[in-house]
């Protein structure tokens, strides 16, 4: 079986190519390079021993296109270069603070990509999509754990209204069709890294995530952690949030994969996360077991939209497809030092 990814050269593309080659697959690999690195492609072929290429018209394990999934024309010779059985679509910016500041940039890459990419897999025939969404589409939840049939609120932010409109969108094909076969997978918080650590994650810039800032000051790039709010209604007073292993959430897409090649035709939304909540402190004392250094923070004011906790309900996609996160926040927190260890600094040379 041979599959499409868009995106799939960033932290979490790339851990999924990794797990599709391990299981055989063949994939082809589209990314424009602008938050990612082509280093990570080679890195992945070095892991899973797989061939690799640049040429389309090859029909090597990994083929890789460094493309924008907006040039139509590219999309239209991997399809018809190659006979895709599936789709993850992954592109997409994904800062909410950047969509903010930059609102038309967002929508633009966002939506104009994703409208691009599945007209090109109607043209060519394929109706498998697996979409990388967000738990960020709930918005403030009520309670929690959060569940799949909560209610959505894209109003946030534009990242997550982008993501719930392409939600919607493609929620509005199946309607048309019940042809298709689409999966909507809403990512919680991803972190760790390969177990390797020859994959990791590489922000540019100041890091928008915990674990990213906190990997920095452990290697010494940052003097100290922020930390946002002390004075939530929570049992130390900081965020809590659903933290998930980077490699779990890629056998996740897998196990999404594997369910629509028995039971296709169908809609689904499943919530990728570990079903537990872990504070900011938390993890600040977890990523120090795990270096054994000090991790200095500072408590700043909250930031406006940060809400006090929100974790996953698990038990639809357990239940479903059999799949659950295995990795703790130990092991999270080792792979991640890791990887901040042999790569300080990231994927540049």
């Not at 995106?7 to 082809?28: F, T």
């Not at 290429?53 to 024309?73: A, G, L, P, Q, V």
């Not at 789709?87 to 997409?92: F, K, P, Q, R, S």
């Not at 994904?94 to 930059?102: F, P």
Request: charged share 20%; with cysteine.
């Amino acid at each position: 079986m041979k599959v499409l990814l868009t995106g799939g050269l960033g932290y979490i593309g790339s851990h999924i190519c990794v797990e599709l080659l391990k299981c055989n697959y063949q994939i082809v690999v589209v990314d424009n390079l602008v938050n990612s690195s082509e280093l990570a492609i080679k890195r992945v072929a070095l892991i899973t021993k797989k061939s690799l290429s640049t040429n389309i018209k090859d029909d090597s394990e990994i083929i890789f296109c460094n493309s924008d999934i907006r040039h139509r024309d590219t999309l239209r010779a991997i399809f018809n270069y190659h006979n895709i059985d599936s789709v993850i679509h992954l592109a997409g910016y994904k800062s909410i603070s950047e969509s903010i500041q930059n609102p038309i940039e967002y929508y633009n890459n966002n939506l104009f990509g994703s409208i691009v990419l599945i007209e090109e897999m109607m043209n060519a025939g394929v109706k498998k999509i697996i979409f990388s969404s967000s738990a960020c589409v709930y918005g403030n939840p009520e309670n929690v754990p959060v569940d799949e049939s909560f209610p959505v609120d894209g109003s946030s932010n534009p990242y997550a209204h982008s993501k719930l409109i392409i939600e919607d969108m493609l929620k509005s094909i199946y309607m048309s069709n019940q042809s298709w076969s689409i999966s909507l997978l809403r990512y919680f918080n991803p972190v760790g890294a390969h177990s390797s650590g020859l994959l990791g994650e590489d922000p540019k810039g100041i890091p928008n995530n915990l674990m990213p800032y906190i990997v920095q000051v452990a290697i010494g790039k940052r003097d100290k952690l922020k930390i946002f709010g002390d004075n939530y209604p929570t049992e130390d007073g900081t965020g809590i949030r659903d933290y998930i292993h980077v490699v779990d959430l890629a056998k996740g897409h897998l196990a999404a994969l594997k369910f629509q090649a028995i039971e296709n035709k169908r809609f689904d939304i499943f919530n990728l996360g570990t079903g537990k909540g872990v504070s900011v402190l938390e993890m600040v004392r977890a990523f120090e077991r795990a270096c054994q250094i000090t991790i200095p923070y500072e408590i700043v004011d909250r930031r406006d939209g940060d809400i006090a906790e929100c974790w996953a309900s698990i038990e639809y996609v357990k239940q479903k497809i059999g799949w659950s996160a295995l990795h703790d926040i130990n092991k999270m927190c080792e792979d991640a030092w890791r990887w901040q260890q042999k790569n300080p600094e990231g994927y540049s040379i």
